[in-house]
């Protein structure tokens, strides 16, 4: 439903200029990105702030040219058949300035339903429904500019569902808002996957790329750095992470000699915890107890887990 090949944005920017020539200064926004995600699939994308995310959410949207490769979406490719494009997707993005604050919530729905082509019963049935399915049906006659981030985030997610399309992309949807409304959000997510319906999404919450998405892609720098399910990214650091609990206070040169260890990548101190991320399985871990035993400290209980996604993904944006 969605397909890029080698995708690229360049933003070019005048630093000055001489007698001979113009100085030109180039940023690579998204770098050659090919993906493809299918029909009925909610795909992640995840990225430190300026990764790229944003920059390909508004070329798949068809609001910005690409600099080069070539994406489609529902079968329309964004550069030809733009028209297309747009009637084949709802668009929800992060830092929504389009609604009208002198509107209430209602007449926001409205006033966008008949830009669509709906009107009458139709457009004032689809509009209740959209806000009871958000939680705004109670606030519906409250101006826009009274709403929460929270109502304003939900109010953009019922504008992006206007329209039943066949695709839809959500830009950071429950970023910054609060527990209640976030859940809302993702909950009507889940529910348009479970109607066929294909979702890119991006956002910086780590368990709720775990707990939407059917796969995940980790972007850095405008590069596709990594690709697959929540599992398989979890496994792309190799090894375990090792929890142990401590009894009493081990000396400064412990945690120095257990961060020297051959197994060992990163160590960090929580008291009484110990969390060990190391390279190896049963030898990591038999080494560790080895030198724990060798400083006199006493081992209150350890437990073995795979890293968290958000471990995963701080590991892989480091090392880029």
């Known amino acids: 439903m969605i397909r890029t090949e080698n995708l690229t944005k360049l933003y070019q920017r005048n630093t000055g200029c001489s007698w001979f020539h113009r100085d030109i200064d180039e940023t690579v926004a998204v770098d050659h990105i090919s993906l493809h995600i299918k029909k009925g699939e909610i795909y992640g994308l995840l990225g430190p702030n300026g990764a790229g995310k944003t920059t390909l959410v508004k070329m798949l949207s068809t609001l910005i040219l690409p600099t080069s490769g070539t994406a489609s979406v529902n079968g329309y490719d964004i550069i030809a058949e733009p028209k297309q494009v747009r009637t084949s997707i709802g668009l929800s993005t ?48 409250v101006k826009f500019m009274k709403y929460s981030d929270g109502m304003r985030k939900k109010l953009s997610l019922a504008r992006a569902l206007l329209v039943d399309s066949p695709v839809y992309l959500f830009d950071e949807p429950t970023g910054g808002i609060d527990p209640v409304s976030a859940k809302v959000i993702r ?34 720098k405008g590069k596709l750095i990594r690709e697959g399910t929540p599992l398989a990214l979890q496994r792309e650091i190799e090894g375990k992470k090792i929890v142990i609990e401590l009894q009493g206070s081990p000396p400064r040169a412990f945690f120095s000699e257990i961060e020297n260890l051959d197994y060992v990548s990163r160590v960090a101190v929580g008291n009484p915890y110990l969390e060990i991320l190391c390279e190896g399985q049963a030898d990591a871990i038999n080494e560790v107890v080895r030198t724990i035993s060798t400083f006199g400290v006493r081992i209150k209980s350890i437990n073995v887990k795979h890293p968290s996604l958000e471990e995963v993904f701080t590991e892989l944006t480091r090392e880029q």
């Open 187 to 220: 909950e009507t997510i889940q529910e348009l996957s479970l109607e066929g319906k294909t979702v890119l999404l991006t956002t910086h919450d780590m368990l709720e790329a775990e707990e939407l998405c059917d796969r995940i892609g980790i972007l850095n």
């Open 94 to 141: 992060g830092h929504e300035r389009s609604f009208y604050f002198r509107l209430s919530g209602e007449q926001n729905l409205e006033f966008f339903g008949t830009l669509s082509g709906m009107k009458g019963k139709i457009l004032k049935e689809r509009t209740d429904e959209l806000l009871k399915r958000v939680g705004l049906y109670e606030e519906r006659k």
